[in-house]
């Protein structure tokens, strides 16, 4: 986008907002979090520093925190559109009610700016107090104004002209009223896909586990039927919500991370604070949902909750640690469709799955390798692992799918079998179809042609689809 600034413009200073203008996240936001990502309970403490006002909060957060400044996601267009301002000689200023601490390397980062206003610890820099310091720079003289929210409107109502960058729900309409909007900049997606996309609905697929025990009892009725669909919404729920606390701590390495960076929280386009509430609202949604089911199913989810929490905020920096709880995430799923149903689960069935998602967690693992290694990179941000250990995983990726087979076939010659199916040694089928998608997993790792996720990539990947249609039909035939 090409604009032509006028001699008028050029002599009237530009003042530009920081949070969700400059930048599309909330540096008071990001700062908070890291804090207690760092150290929880400073939490009660962040509580007590707000009683001293918002700016002492900022400053005494600023003062503990080190934000990597350089990934903060920019409202490039908008980012643009300064450059061209500011190789047109117009002056050009940062104003904002984050603190001096934070908003200085930002400033520092573009070098557009000719001067920063900011918070100090006594005044914060916002509204009222934003455009006082405004006037006294401009000596009463036109200024125009960038900013992103309804705290910005007394600032509007005196400057010239006014740009309008992500603006909230009717931030747009309420800038006009007080003054000439010459531009809107908003590179943000519709909101339900970034909701959509930031509870990985997809990832409810692996819900489907729940209903596995169902399958092997051969406990088909409609009381089943509908325990197990509720289940399967409770588990969903609640694993959406970890999902966006995973995201949350791990910003930092996602936003360096080649693809993890179109994330919503990583690209800016849903912020921390309505983040946190819908991850609340989710959370308590499936636990509610569970206790409807059974008090058991309840504990089971509430197991499933306290693995994946002690995971993301601990054990997924230290290596073997975090794959083994990721395989012991997948195989809680189908202790939990026992719970529902009430049915024995067989030692059969959780050492296939312990081995199986064992090799789908280093898989994970390993394509992160494998894409470090492209980037030139040591090893995977936030994790325990080094470019050198890529073949050790994939030796204990590969040897645990092809154990999931044995223990496959161990069950097919197995007495176990002979009750539930009517021509059981068509099983054996199942045998090589599961070497050859556990093999292929592989190689395409190797190649640097799997997903982040194995699943995604499965459900992509129409050689997985005709494994896993080929296994379902040899099933139905066995029974």
Known sequence: MTLVTSDTDRSVPLFVDLDGTLIKTDLLAESALALVKQAPWMIFVMGIWLLRGKAHLKARIAERVSLEIDTLPLQNEFVAYLRAQHASGRAI??????????????????????????????????????????????????????????????????????????????????????????????????????????????????????????????????????????????????????????????????????????????????????????????????????????????????????????????????????????????TVRIIAGAIVINVDISSWLLAFSMFTFLSLALVKRGAELVTMEKLEREGAKGRDYQLSDAQAISSMGISAGYLAALVLALYVDSPAVIGHYSHPRLLWLLCPLMLYWTSRLWIKTSRGEMHDDPLVFSLRDRGSWIVFVAMAIVTFIAI
């Open 93 to 330: 200023h940062l104003a904002t009610a984050s603190d001096a601490c934070l908003a200085q390397p930002v400033a520092d980062r573009l070098g557009l700016f000719q001067s920063v206003l900011c918070s100090d610890g006594k005044r914060n820099l916002r509204s009222e107090v934003k455009l006082a310091a405004i006037l006294k720079i401009t000596n009463g003289s036109p200024f125009d104004y960038a900013g992103n929210a309804r705290a910005d409107f007394p600032i509007w109502a005196r400057a010239r002209q006014a740009i309008v960058v992500n603006p909230g729900s009717g931030v747009a309409h309420g800038a006009r009223q007080r003054t000439e909007v010459t531009q809107i900049f908003d590179d943000r997606p519709p909101l339900w896909r970034i909701w959509l996309k930031q509870t990985r609905l997809h990832q409810w697929m692996k819900n489907l586990l729940i209903g596995v025990p169902l399958l092997t009892s051969h406990a088909f009725n409609t009381s089943n039927l509908m325990a197990v669909a509720l289940a399967f919404i409770a588990f969903g729920l609640v694993a959406s919500a970890t999902y966006m606390l995973n995201d949350l701590l791990d910003l930092a390495s996602d936003r360096r991370h080649p693809r993890k960076c179109r994330r919503p929280f990583a690209a800016g386009n849903l912020g921390i604070v309505p983040g946190c509430i819908g991850m609340v609202l989710l959370l308590l949604g499936g636990l509610f949902l569970a206790a409807s089911i059974s008090l058991w199913f309840l504990l089971a989810l509430l197991s499933y909750l306290a693995l994946t929490l002690s995971y993301s905020l601990y054990f997924k920096t230290y290596v073997l640690i975090d794959v083994l709880l990721l395989a012991l995430l997948y």
